[in-house]
């Protein structure tokens, strides 16, 4: 039996305090890319009670994946926004997830984005990661924009960081361990920076977006 | 004096094309930030960088 909207939002208020879910259920993100790093922060964003989440990617789930992307043996070869909507929705029936398989591009970026004011860039290509950064920061200036770069390798955890560039952009990750330089990906460390960039975008939600503590 | 990076540097006169060039980062994997404001790729050649002026370079790498 699953609990109703409301037993959810008590639960949630309970941990977080009634102020902060009803920003939070009132929240949407967009997750641009559903790997190690976003469906990893959908799950985190959509336990936390946000309340609108939309999960854009290309991909099919791979076995290669499963070391650190929140699937199933059995979703391998399945569209992995589809598949990410699907467990979200285990986790957390009252969020409103839309999934769409499409590869954003400099052309589509705005469209893909529109209405949601916090957007998580999650990609794993270097160059697919600039494209994304730039394209947002440039087109669209009121979007609160958190990235991920840099959290390959068995390197300390320690070194994972978020750092505010601008008043919108931050950005998560040790900023230099490269899986192009051969580098593994260790689920728990991905975990770590997935985890830095949720934080960021409940941290942007509640106003507590404090220069000082993340510079 | 400019700073770039949290670095001061003698860079005044230079361009962001020329100065990623320089600092060795791939173009197709930065962001640049001058002042706070995002520098469009298409500027790159013609933005030069004045004295006081502050550049964050963003080199991402790859994984996720």
Do not use: W
Not at chain 1, 183 to 206: D, K, P, S, T
Not at chain 2, 29 to 47: H, S
């Amino acid at each position: 039996m699953i609990p109703s909207k409301e037993e959810f939002f008590n639960g949630l208020a309970a941990k977080h305090g009634a102020e902060l879910q009803k920003k939070f259920a009132v929240a949407s993100v967009a997750v641009c890319g559903a790997g190690g790093l976003g469906s990893n922060i959908a799950i985190a964003l959509a336990r936390a009670g946000v309340g609108r989440l939309k999960i854009i990617d290309f991909d099919k789930i791979e076995i290669t994946n499963l070391n650190r992307q929140q699937y199933f043996a059995d979703q391998i070869g399945l569209f992995k926004a589809e598949a990410l909507k699907e467990n979200l929705a285990k986790i957390a029936p009252y969020c409103e997830v839309t999934a769409e398989t499409a590869k954003i591009t400099e052309e589509n970026v705005t469209e893909l984005l529109k209405g949601f004011p916090i957007v998580c860039e999650a990609f794993d290509k270097a160059e697919a990661k600039a494209m994304l950064v730039n394209a947002v920061l440039e087109n669209m200036p009121e979007t609160y924009l958190v990235s991920g770069s840099g959290m390959a390798s068995l390197n300390s955890a320690n070194l994972i960081k978020t750092r505010k560039i601008t008043d919108k952009f931050y950005l998560c990750g040790d900023m230099e361990s490269d899986v192009d330089a051969g580098n593994g990906l260790f689920g728990a460390r991905v975990l770590v920076c997935a985890a830095h960039q949720a934080h960021a975008v409940l941290r942007i939600i509640a106003g507590e977006n404090n220069e000082n503590l993340e510079k | 004096m400019t700073k770039i990076n949290g670095k001061t540097e003698a860079f005044s006169g230079l361009t962001i094309a020329e100065i990623v060039e320089k600092f060795g980062y791939n173009k197709a994997r930065v962001a640049v930030e001058l002042n706070g404001n995002i520098v469009p790729k298409a500027k790159y050649a013609e933005t030069v960088v004045s004295e006081n002026d502050v550049i964050e370079i963003v080199s991402f790498v790859g994984g996720g």
